[in-house]
C-alpha cells in the first residue's frame, strides 16, 4: 500500500459540502482508504481574480493502485460532481490533486508528482502539513510555507470531523446531512419513560465534548418534528450540557410519543425517499 496525499477544493455552489463528497467519493473507490483529513481552509483565489474564495482540505489516503490509475479516480470524482473545465483557474466545485505518492516521482504529459508548484501555494501547504506534520520531499528537502507565494488563507474553518463516514454535518450553526444516517427506524422497546420509548440508538457524550454522531439524532427530531411526531431527548439535548464527570461518558437518547410509532415510520421512510443519495 501507497499513502499518498490529495489536495481538494472548489469555490462553487455548498463549498463545505462539495469537500465532504469529495473525500468520502475517495473513500468509497477501490483500492482507496481515507487515513487523514486536514482542516478546512478558506482561501483566496488565484489565476483569475475574479471568482469567489475557495474552500481546500488535504486528504491523506493508503492506495494499491499506480499513481496513475489514481489520476482517474480523481478525475471520475471530479466529472460526478459537476466540474466543467471551461476556464483554466477558473471556479470550479470540484477540484482533486495528487500532491505526493509516496517517495515516488512522476513526470508525463498528464501527471507530475510531486505536484509542482505545490510549495508556492498556501491552500496546498498548509493543509498539507496538517496532515503529514514534518514533512520532506522524495529529495529530502523539508516542506515549509517559506515560499508560499499565492493561494493565500483567508480563515482556517476547522476540522471535517469522521468526513468519509454517512453521517449529518454541522455549516454555519445549521444541521445538514449529505446522506440519510438512518435507513429504518429502531425502536428499543427497553429503553421506555412513560410514554414515550426510544428510538434510534444511543450517542455517548464524553466529557468535554460531544461526539459529531449526535447530530444524526438531531437529523432524526428534525424528520419527527417536521411530520409532527411529538419527540423528547434524555438526559437532554445534545449539546445542551455536559457530563459534570469529565470522560465519563453519558448516555444521550432521542424518545418518541408510543401512541406515534406508526407515524414516526412512515415519516422516516418519506424522508429517506426523498434523499437523492439514499441507497
Known amino acids: 500500500m501507497t499513502q499518498a496525499i490529495i489536495g481538494i477544493g472548489g469555490n462553487l455552489g455548498d463549498r463545505m459540502t462539495y469537500l465532504r463528497r469529495m473525500i468520502r467519493a475517495l473513500d468509497d473507490a477501490e483500492c482507496v482508504r481515507v487515513s487523514a483529513v486536514s482542516h478546512a481552509y478558506e482561501t483566496e483565489p488565484w489565476g483569475v481574480s475574479d471568482q469567489s474564495s475557495y474552500y481546500n482540505a488535504a486528504v491523506r489516503i493508503e492506495t494499491s493502485l499506480r499513481a496513475d490509475e489514481l489520476l482517474e479516480v480523481c478525475k471520475g470524482i471530479e466529472e460526478d460532481l459537476g466540474r466543467r473545465r471551461t476556464v483554466r483557474f477558473g471556479p470550479r466545485t470540484a477540484d482533486l490533486d495528487i500532491l505526493l505518492f509516496g517517495d515516488e516521482e512522476w513526470v508525463s ?13 498556501d491552500f496546498a501547504v498548509r493543509p498539507l502539513l496538517d496532515v503529514v506534520g514534518d514533512l520532506r520531499m522524495p529529495d529530502g528537502s523539508p ?13 482556517d474553518l476547522g476540522p471535517l470531523e469522521d468526513p468519509a463516514a454517512d453521517n449529518v454535518w454541522v455549516d454555519e450553526g445549521e444541521v445538514r446531512f449529505v446522506r440519510a444516517p438512518f435507513r429504518s427506524l429502531e425502536v428499543d422497546e427497553h429503553e421506555v419513560i412513560g410514554d414515550w420509548v426510544a428510538v434510534g440508538p444511543p450517542r455517548l457524550e464524553r466529557g468535554g465534548s460531544n461526539s459529531s454522531t449526535d447530530f444524526d439524532l438531531l437529523w432524526l427530531e428534525e424528520v419527527m418534528n417536521d411530520a409532527g411526531v411529538p419527540t423528547t431527548f434524555y438526559p437532554h439535548r445534545p449539546g445542551e450540557s455536559l457530563s459534570s464527570y469529565p470522560g465519563v461518558p453519558t448516555e444521550v437518547r432521542l424518545f418518541v410519543s408510543r401512541d406515534r410509532i406508526a407515524d414516526a415510520y412512515r415519516a422516516l421512510d418519506e424522508a429517506v425517499g426523498e434523499d437523492p443519495d439514499a441507497v
Open 143 to 155: 516542506v515549509t510555507d517559506e515560499r508560499v507565494r499565492i493561494g493565500r488563507v483567508l480563515a
Open 109 to 121: 504529459e498528464r501527471l507530475t508528482i510531486p505536484h509542482p508548484r505545490m510549495l508556492e501555494r
